[in-house]
C-alpha cells in the first residue's frame, strides 16, 4: 500500500484574494471600488459629475490585475443602474 502524503498549503489572507478592487482614472480624478464581488465593488464606486474623457480602469482581485481603456461611453455604461449585472460580469471575466 502507498503512503499518502499531504502537500502543504498556503494559507493566503481572505481579505486580500477576496477582495474585488475596481479604480477608474479620469483625466487625474480618481475613482475607487471595493467590494466581494465585482458588482459590489461597481455599487460602491463615486459617480462623476461629468464624463468627457476617456478612463484608464484597473481591475484588480487578489494577484491578478488588468488595466483598460474605456472611450467616454464605456465609463458611463458602468454607472448605469439597468446594466450593473452586466457590466460586473464582463468586468469580472477579465480576471479569469
Avoid: C, H
Wanted: hydrophobic residues 35%.
Amino acid at each position: 500500500m502507498a503512503k499518502k502524503t499531504s502537500k502543504g498549503t498556503s494559507k493566503k489572507s481572505e481579505t486580500q484574494s477576496s477582495q474585488f478592487k475596481i479604480s477608474i482614472d479620469l483625466g487625474g480624478v480618481f475613482y475607487e471600488g471595493i467590494g466581494e464581488t465585482a458588482k459590489e465593488a461597481l455599487l460602491n464606486l463615486k459617480s462623476p459629475v461629468k464624463i468627457t474623457t476617456k478612463g484608464i480602469v484597473n481591475l484588480s482581485m487578489g494577484e491578478k490585475k488588468k488595466t483598460l481603456l474605456y472611450t467616454p461611453k464605456q465609463v458611463k455604461r458602468l454607472y448605469w443602474k439597468v446594466g450593473r449585472e452586466v457590466q460586473a460580469k464582463i468586468l469580472s471575466s477579465f480576471l479569469k
